[in-house]
């Protein structure tokens, strides 16, 4: 059985940090790239940060560049978001994502809320 299970959100206030984590099973986790979502409540899905399974490049939503960075690791199968320099318009429901090919994987979500 497929699962990503997220783990690390929070309540945070502005300017703070939060480590959210995906535990990754029942797939080969080093052939997928990961990828981290969020959706705030009443918008759309948008993509925050990918690293690739080939190489291990990254790439970034313009609107948390230089603030988060997410990375893996293959031999836990787990992979990471370090999020500094929290605001509130990061305020959402976190999603944990791993594709290759036909296959496209989701974790449940964890809530991020940055609110002083």
């Known amino acids: 059985e497929v699962q990503l299970v997220e783990s690390g959100g929070g309540l945070v206030q502005p300017g703070g940090s939060l480590r959210l984590s995906c535990a990754a099973s029942?797939?080969?986790?080093?052939?997928?790239?990961m990828s981290w979502y969020r959706q705030a409540l009443g918008k759309e899905l948008e993509l925050v940060a990918l690293?690739?399974?080939?190489?291990?490049?990254?790439h970034y939503a313009d609107s948390v560049k230089g603030r988060f960075t997410t990375s893996r690791d293959n031999a836990k199968n787990t992979v990471s978001l370090r999020m500094n320099g929290l605001e509130p318009d990061d305020t959402s429901v976190y999603y944990c994502?791993?594709?290759?090919?036909?296959?496209?994987?989701w974790g449940q979500g964890t809530q991020v809320t940055v609110s002083s």
């Open positions: 994502n791993a594709v290759r090919r036909i296959y496209n994987y």
């Open positions: 029942g797939f080969t986790f080093s052939s997928y790239a």
């Open positions: 690293i690739l399974s080939v190489g291990g490049s990254m």
